[in-house]
């Protein structure tokens, strides 16, 4: 099994998102060809960009990230320090303010669980196809 872990802290910035997005980037490299094609990799980065801009939306600001990769599955892990539960919403059509991603996370992932941490705050896993 292979792992990455990356933990920032971030005030609701585009460029935090950016990060996450290049070390996911990064660790799926590490898994090197044929282990994941280009449409899993765009998958995965996308999952985590969703479930990172969440946490700093809604989470505080801070985040942790984890990446494992397991036969047939890459886990894509976010904490948060926010103890509210993720929910599902309509999409905002007219003033685009959010509602796709929870959707979108679900739709892609094979499972998804949340589940709230002892002190407060969440640890989301998602696990998606490889």
């Excluded at 292979?2 to 799926?28: G, H, I, K």
């Excluded at 449409?39 to 494992?68: K, M, P």
């Excluded at 949340?114 to 969440?122: A, F, H």
Aim: aromatic letters at 4%; glycine letters at 10%; hydrophobic letters at 40%.
């Amino acid at each position: 099994m292979t792992t990455m872990s990356a933990e920032r802290t971030a005030m609701r910035s585009l460029s935090a998102v950016a990060t996450a997005r290049q070390d996911a980037r990064a660790f799926l490299e590490t898994l090197g060809h044929p282990t994941i094609g280009p449409e899993q990799a765009d998958t995965v980065v996308l999952v985590v960009s969703e479930l990172v801009t969440n946490a700093l939306r809604h989470g505080g600001g801070a985040y942790i990230l984890r990446l494992s990769a397991h036969p047939g599955a890459i886990e894509v892990v976010v904490e948060d320090s926010s103890p509210r539960m993720p929910r599902t919403r309509t999409p905002d059509l007219v003033d685009g303010t959010g509602g796709f991603g929870w959707h979108m996370v679900n739709d892609l992932a094979h499972r998804v669980v949340v589940t709230p941490g002892p002190e407060g705050g969440k640890t989301i896993r998602a696990l998606l196809p490889r």
